[in-house]
C-alpha cells in the first residue's frame, strides 16, 4: 500500500466555515475488573468499544458551526460531538479543534434545549 499524505476522509455535517487541518483517529474500551482479598487485579474485562476523532484546523468564518452535543460525519462514520474549541491570538489565525466519540453498538442522541430541561 503506497503512503498516504494529507488529510484522506471526507468530513460533513455541518462544519463550514472551517479548514481541516489535522485529524487524530482513535479507539478506547470499557473496562471491569475483578480484584482479590488482596487488592491486586485478577481478571480484566474489555468490552464496548469506541472509536473516536479529533479534528483541527483554521477557521474560515467568525463562528464554529459545530456545537457539543450534534453529530459530524467523518469518513462515512456519525459521531457524536463531545467538545469544541475555539481559539484566537492577535499574532496568528483562529483555530478550532473538535473532539468526536462513536460507541459500537449505541444510538446517538444529539442534544435538545427541550430535553434537557426535563
Known amino acids: 500500500m503506497a503512503r498516504q ?31 482479590g482479598e488482596d487488592g491486586k487485579i485478577t481478571d480484566k474485562w474489555f ?31 456519525s459521531y457524536g460531538v463531545v467538545s469544541t474549541s475555539m481559539d484566537e491570538s492577535s499574532t496568528g489565525a483562529a483555530t478550532f479543534a473538535i473532539e468526536g ?6 444510538s446517538i442522541h444529539t442534544y435538545s434545549s427541550s430535553s434537557a430541561s426535563s
Open 101 to 106: 466519540t462513536a460507541p459500537d453498538s449505541a
Open 47 to 77: 468490552y464496548s468499544r469506541e472509536e473516536n476523532v479529533s479534528l483541527s484546523g483554521v477557521m474560515d468564518s467568525s463562528a464554529l458551526s459545530v456545537k457539543a452535543g450534534d453529530t459530524i460525519t467523518y469518513g462515512g462514520k
Open 5 to 35: 499524505f494529507g488529510i484522506i476522509s471526507n468530513t460533513s455535517g455541518g462544519i463550514a466555515g472551517c479548514v481541516l487541518n489535522a485529524v487524530r483517529q482513535s479507539t478506547s474500551a470499557q473496562t471491569a475488573e475483578a480484584r
